[in-house]
């Protein structure tokens, strides 16, 4: 059994962005082919072994006839339907794939050609065009002028016919255009020798014919050298190329830039990512000969910062730090040849190199993952590109001269975090993730590529390169295993469990506060005793209290009933609420010991630990963008961990870290004396302890402030700035009052009193500042500013976020 495959001679694509119409030369039967449209079989309906093919589009007449039976590039000309306008377009004829013979691509003419025809006569004008063309074929060429040229039909002769302007067409002389030659004046039956001179020289890959006057044979070589290479000439009018610049003409940009920031906010808005390059230097270089183009990258550091909230690995990625701060992180290099064309791209050189032994670090915390998950949902595509393509995609063929990527290594380190992933979005999986996600340090190697004359396809080329890099990763199996996270993947599982358990006990506040603690990272076995004991108390305390409350609050909402369903919840709570602050207590005492097993194993490997650039912008309550401030981002890392008791005052077991980071947003905060902070938010206004410290500098981004007190806007009468009783005469106010609705359960009186600065006008500046901040968010607050509200984006549930600003601690 015999199998034949017929295929179609030719596939047509239109890639001209316009329509146009197909027909064979001696036929009526026309072809429409749309730029949206896919590659077209065009149907030959001629008996004849030579067809020709002729092309118009609307507001044109036909094309010259042309032939599609060799490969090449041509242009094929049209004048408009009232004389007065030309088009040009180019017309690729390539061997064709596996679906056809040939591939025909429709073009507008480019800005480069193979040919560049110019007329340095002093008077004469000329026309020119391949020989054999109809009478519509001529080009016009003013004295001191060029164009570019393309061969109008490939299966023609491929000859240039040139006559004098105003002469007849039969005294026209013919040329080889692609011999590097001075064609000598000739001589007519009269006698009398042509008055033009052709002489074609070869300008890089450029082909240019010059026409020139004939010269009398008394001058000498050189003089003729001179006067045919001595005018400037400017481009024609109907050039559809370049003029005849020099091509070689060199152009150097460098861009040095001593740091970079990019910093990348989210539809919230919150700063999501920080992006941030040192010692960067961009250059691109041209006219090198032969059509030589490079483009050079350097940078001496690169790191990308996780900037939201409680994440246990804020440096998402970056090198390692190496005691050669000189050398450089990374080096790419470039180099592109130009060839006038859209499908072949010519690349002599590439090349990505990177220090010898140097690691990059990549970690993630799994909450970012779904952050940028959620941004890219809400990036609206479509309003800067069209759904509709105006063109079919091009797959070039790209040729490679040298490739030489060095060896790249990382260190993959994974953290998950089942609290704040979305619900479901793993499925079955999301157990296993759980389980087995945890990583550190994982080692990767990509190995080192050197290839030399590597010629391709785009798609090809791309695919064997991630084929390449899944043989490395699948290379190296005992490596991969290494960095599994043991200790992390336990703790994951025993918080999973304690999460289920404590589902079951059907108590909202538990299983929020839970939730909240639960996000917050856990850095040495100080952090245990807090949090895994708090969560231990906090479970049987509950659990105990239940039995008593839960009954109680039932019948208050609905009676007999009620009561009946409230002893059955505090029942159950009594037995799962312990049970789930067992597994707490053992998931945090897990993940303190990987915590603590890590900072011993960067203390032995001398690494340093990873510290963002800068900590997160501040976004104030209007939602805008502001420029960075320090001095706000760090009142907003202040607000961010802030913990406050629930029973016992300043040394209670059931604080809760972080207890407004996800229902306020940060407008100002003030250092007061004897290590106070007054904080003011969209919602509230507090008064906070520093941590006693007497080893380091108080870092905002680290130690947790306690909460003295917090007011609401809704509970504030209003309030006046007064004097204290050691101010000096005629000073400015030191103290502020606020005068509260209702007494506070720790206070005889309803107001409370803030200590500013003596002798400075802290006090009026707090005042201003609060009083601004009231009117805005207050309960007579401007209904039209409330539209700024948006959900704060690390909330556990849906709360509002009103914040845009930006912050920092001196």
Same mark, same amino acid.
């Given at each position: 059994m015999q199998v034949v495959?017929?295929?179609?001679?030719?596939?047509?694509?239109?890639?001209?962005?316009?329509?146009?119409?197909?027909?064979?030369?001696?036929?009526?039967?026309?072809?429409?082919?749309?730029?949206?449209?896919?590659?077209?079989?065009?149907?030959?309906?001629?008996?004849?072994?030579?067809?020709?093919?002729?092309?118009?589009?609307?507001?044109?007449?036909?094309?010259?006839?042309?032939?599609?039976?060799?490969?090449?590039?041509?242009?094929?000309?049209?004048?408009?339907?009232?004389?007065?306008?030309?088009?040009?377009?180019?017309?690729?004829?390539?061997?064709?794939?596996?679906?056809?013979? +040939?591939?025909?691509?429709?073009?507008?003419?480019?800005?480069?050609?193979? +040919?560049?025809?110019?007329?340095? !006569?002093?008077?004469?004008?000329?026309?020119?065009?391949?020989?054999?063309?109809?009478?519509?074929?001529?080009r016009s060429l003013p004295p001191n002028s060029s164009a570019s040229f393309f061969w109008e039909d490939l299966g023609r002769r491929r000859l240039l016919e040139v006559l004098v302007d105003g002469t007849d067409a039969t005294s026209s002389m013919t040329y080889d255009i692609d011999a590097i030659m001075d064609h000598q004046p000739l001589a007519t039956s009269s006698g009398l020798k042509k008055a033009l001179r052709i002489t074609v020289v070869k300008e890089?890959?450029?082909?240019?014919?010059?026409?020139?006057?004939?010269?009398?044979?008394?001058?000498?070589?050189?003089?003729?050298?001179?006067?045919?290479?001595?005018?400037?000439?400017?481009?024609?009018?109907?050039?559809?190329?370049?003029?005849?610049?020099?091509?070689?003409?060199?152009?150097?940009v460098t861009l040095e830039l001593t740091e970079l920031g990019i910093s990348i906010i989210d539809h919230m808005p919150e700063e999501v990512l920080y992006l941030s390059v040192q010692q960067l230097l961009l250059a691109y270089s041209s006219g090198m000969g032969s059509g030589i183009n490079r483009f050079k990258v350097r940078m001496h550091w690169i790191q990308v910062d996780n900037q939201l909230p409680f994440v246990s690995m804020p440096v998402l990625f970056c090198p390692q730090k190496t005691d050669n701060q000189s050398d450089h992180v990374l080096k790419f290099s470039m180099t592109m040849q130009t060839n006038n064309s859209l499908d072949f791209c010519v690349y002599p050189y590439i090349g990505v190199q990177v220090p010898e032994n140097c690691v990059f670090f990549v970690n993630i915390h799994e909450p970012i993952i779904w952050r940028l998950h959620e941004m890219v949902q809400h990036l609206k595509i479509d309003r800067i590109s069209t759904s509709q393509p105006s063109a079919v995609s091009i797959d070039p063929i790209l040729k490679i001269g040298l490739l030489n990527i060095s060896e790249v290594r990382f260190r993959v380190s994974m953290a998950m975090s089942p609290t704040q992933r979305p619900r479901g979005v793993l499925g079955f999986w999301s157990s296993l993730m759980t389980a087995l996600g945890n990583m550190?340090?994982?080692?990767?190697?990509?190995?080192?590529?050197?290839?030399?004359?590597?010629?391709?396809?785009?798609?090809?080329?791309?695919? !064997?390169?991630?084929?390449?890099?899944q043989k490395d990763l699948l290379s190296q199996p005992l490596q991969l295993l290494s960095g599994v996270d043991i200790l992390g993947n336990a703790s994951s599982a025993l918080s999973n469990m304690s999460k289920g358990i404590a589902a079951l006990s059907m108590d909202k506040k538990f299983i929020q506060g839970r939730m909240r603690q639960d996000s917050k990272g856990v850095e040495d076995f100080g952090d245990v005793i807090r949090d895994g004991g708090g969560a231990l108390a906090k479970g049987i305390f509950r659990g105990v209290t239940g039995i008593l409350t839960k009954p109680i609050e039932g019948a208050k909402s609905s009676g007999v009933e009620g009561f009946v369903q409230g002893v059955g919840k505090g029942l159950i709570g009594a037995a799962a609420q312990p049970v789930s602050g067992v597994l707490d207590l053992l998931s945090k005492t897990t993940e303190?010991?990987?915590?603590?097993?890590l900072k011993i194993s960067s203390a032995i490997m001398a690494e340093e630990q990873l510290l963002r650039r800068r900590l997160p912008r501040a976004i104030g309550g209007d939602s805008l963008i502001y420029p960075y401030d320090e001095y706000k981002a760090a009142g907003q890392a202040v607000l961010q961990l802030a913990e406050s008791g629930t029973f016992l005052g300043q040394v209670d077991l059931f604080k809760v870290r972080g207890k407004f980071a996800s229902t306020d947003a940060?407008?100002?905060?003030?250092?007061?004396?004897?290590?106070k902070i007054l904080l003011v938010t969209h919602r509230r206004v507090s008064l906070l302890q520093v941590p006693m410290m007497t080893q380091r500098k108080f870092n905002p981004a680290k130690d947790l402030c306690s909460?003295?007190?917090?007011?609401?806007?809704?509970?504030?009468?209003?309030?006046?700035?007064?004097?204290?009783?050691?101010?000096?005469?005629?000073?400015?106010?030191?103290?502020?009052?606020?005068?509260?609705?209702?007494?506070?359960?720790?206070?005889?009186?309803?107001?409370?009193?803030?200590?500013?600065?003596?002798?400075?006008?802290?006090?009026?500046?707090?005042y201003s500042s609060i009083d601004k901040v009231y009117r805005t968010y207050g309960p007579n607050a401007i209904k039209e500013l409330l539209r700024w509200k948006v959900p704060k984006p690390y909330a556990p549930r849906n709360t509002n976020r009103h914040t845009v600003q930006d912050l920092s601690f001196a």
């Open positions: 495959n017929f295929l179609p001679r030719a596939l047509f694509i239109n890639r001209t962005g316009r329509s146009i119409i197909l027909s064979e030369y001696h036929s009526e039967v026309e072809e429409h082919l749309h730029p949206t449209d896919p590659p077209k079989v065009f149907q030959w309906r001629s008996e004849f072994g030579n067809e020709f093919l002729k092309l118009r589009m609307e507001g044109y007449k036909w094309s010259t006839p042309f032939s599609i039976d060799a490969n090449g590039v041509m242009c094929v000309l049209m004048n408009s339907v009232t004389g007065n306008d030309q088009v040009f377009v180019r017309v690729n004829v390539r061997s064709g794939t596996k679906s056809s013979r +040939y591939e025909v691509v429709f073009q507008l003419a480019c800005w480069s050609s193979p +040919y560049r025809v110019e007329n340095r !006569s002093m008077f004469l004008p000329v026309r020119f065009r391949q020989v054999g063309g109809d009478d519509y074929a001529w890089g890959k450029l082909h240019v014919t010059q026409i020139s006057d004939w010269l009398p044979e008394n001058r000498t070589r050189g003089q003729i050298t001179e006067r045919l290479l001595s005018p400037i000439f400017q481009p024609s009018e109907v050039d559809c190329g370049q003029s005849s610049q020099d091509l070689d003409s060199e152009f150097h550190e340090h994982m080692p990767v190697r990509i190995a080192q590529r050197y290839r030399e004359e590597l010629c391709m396809r785009q798609s090809a080329l791309m695919n !064997s390169a991630i084929s390449n890099i303190g010991a990987n915590a603590v097993k940060y407008e100002d905060h003030f250092i007061l004396p004897k290590g909460v003295i007190w917090d007011v609401l806007w809704d509970d504030l009468v209003t309030l006046e700035t007064t004097h204290g009783k050691k101010d000096a005469p005629g000073s400015l106010p030191s103290k502020l009052i606020l005068y509260l609705k209702a007494k506070p359960a720790n206070s005889r009186e309803a107001v409370h009193l803030i200590k500013c600065n003596r002798g400075s006008d802290q006090a009026t500046i707090i």
